[in-house]
């Protein structure tokens, strides 16, 4: 079993639509969490990062986290085709310097 | 100038041969990845470099060799290619002093081994 789980989806919405995506993960030693976007044939850009449970937004982007189930979303609220993406969620351990990442979850938003 | 560049974006190949993929960054970082993402889209690291000195050596197989020669660069050499070394394989870099997520990685390059 990997470490962090993502379902990889695709999943598919129409424009304007709140995308939903979410990881699990196993190991209670991981304390920061990312999102990175991936576009095809590109390397992950970081989308956001959080350091605590809660939620933190950027613009259309919020990030969630919940310590205690082991669970970590990204919402994007009025979606664009250009947020169609492989979205990755990715975790580093307390005092770590290696990013652990889930498989990524295929999305594509329909104009 | 791209800040992060690999060469080549692709490379197509016969099982047991070696090859070389190249990486070039020109942010002034000193801490350097290599991380292999397969088919599914699972990206998982393989190496890292801090200053040229190797500190992060998941268990990868020796047929893996990195090489850093200076500071701005970060190679990595194949031997005896496998079927399933097929993936594409992305170089990351980062300030030495940066947290993780401020790594910026590279465009990736696509290998596949027939």
């Known amino acids: 079993q990997k470490e962090v789980e993502q379902d990889p989806g695709p999943l598919s919405v129409p424009e304007g639509a709140i995308v939903s995506l979410n990881c699990t993960y196993s190991n209670s030693a991981f304390q920061y969490f990312m999102w990175y976007r991936q576009y095809s044939r590109k390397g992950p850009e970081l989308l956001m990062y959080?350091?605590?449970?809660g939620n933190k937004e950027d613009g259309r982007f919020t990030a969630q986290v919940d310590k205690s189930s082991k669970y970590i979303s990204l919402f994007i609220r009025d979606s664009q085709p250009s947020d169609s993406a492989t979205y990755l969620c990715?975790?580093?351990?307390?005092?770590?310097?290696?990013?652990?990442f889930g498989g990524g979850t295929r999305v594509l938003v329909k104009p | 100038d791209t800040a992060v560049s690999q060469t080549p974006k692709y490379l197509v190949t016969q099982m047991g041969n070696d090859k070389s993929i190249k990486c070039e960054q020109n942010?002034?970082?000193?801490?350097m990845y290599w991380y292999k993402q397969d088919s599914k889209k699972f990206l998982k690291i393989m190496f890292s470099?801090?200053?040229?000195?190797?500190?992060i050596n998941e268990t990868v197989p020796n047929r893996f060799s990195p090489k850093s020669p200076d500071k701005a660069h970060l190679n990595l050499h194949i031997n005896s290619l496998e079927l399933g070394d097929s993936a594409v394989y992305f170089c990351?870099?980062?300030?030495?002093?940066?947290?993780?997520?401020?790594?910026?990685f590279g465009p990736g390059t696509r290998l596949l081994v027939l």
């Open positions: 959080t350091y605590s449970s």
């Open positions: 470099y801090n200053n040229k000195e190797l500190i």
């Open positions: 942010l002034g970082h000193d801490t």
């Open positions: 990715a975790m580093v351990k307390a005092a770590g310097n290696k990013l652990t």
């Open positions: 990351a870099c980062k300030p030495s002093r940066g947290r993780a997520e401020t790594q910026y």
